[in-house]
């Protein structure tokens, strides 16, 4: 087949703090764009699977410490070191459904109250979503929920902070922002909307780069 003849597949981006759905909003889209016969697949970052996800691994679940700094310059390495896979999937058509990415670096490094420019600018370059949908949720709910607390930065007042920056700083008018305090099919019907809507506007159009 002839190579200009396939639409190269969408990034769509999940985002939002802990707790709010997004790996059931992520797995449910997958599905639903499957179904479609479009091909699409799951990624998620961190990569916990490489060996500089397995660093990022073992701070997350508290067994070693490390400079902000230094861990914040290891997530968006995982993120680089996919850069060639995320190109290669979307130049062959397949769709990606991505659970996190620069923005949750930025907000999450930029919460400890480390320069917002700084955090970004280790991102700049990367790919970038085609859509990025944003689930909201109220920080006390979020946090009430099953398993909540289990890993570092899981403290409500820490998430309220990220909350904030996502909102404040980081969202800007192309973001959909989806109310993640209803059930899961809604949400589900909703998202998957958007995406119906922006398969057809989004296909022709270059990757974009973080800038
Ligand atoms: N996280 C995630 C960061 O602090 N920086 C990043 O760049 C990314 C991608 O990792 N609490 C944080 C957010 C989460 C934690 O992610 C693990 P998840 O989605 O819970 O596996
Ligand atoms: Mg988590």
Redesign the pocket.
Known sequence: QNKEMINRGLFILFEGV?RVG??TQVQNLVKFLNDKQLSTKAM???D?TTPIGTI?NAY?QNSTNMDDRA??LL??S??WEAKDSIYQALNSGVNLVV????Y??V???AAKGIDFDWCYACEKGLPEPDVIIYLSMNSEDATKRGDFGG????KLEFQKKIKDIYESKLMTPKWKVVDANRDIETISKEISDIVNKELDIIKNKQISTIS
Do not use: C, M, Q, V
């Open positions: 802990d997004k790996s998620r970052f961190p916990r990022i997350l861990l914040h997530f968006s995982n993120r659970d996190r990415y620069s949750s670096g907000a999450y490094t890993e570092r930065y899981e």
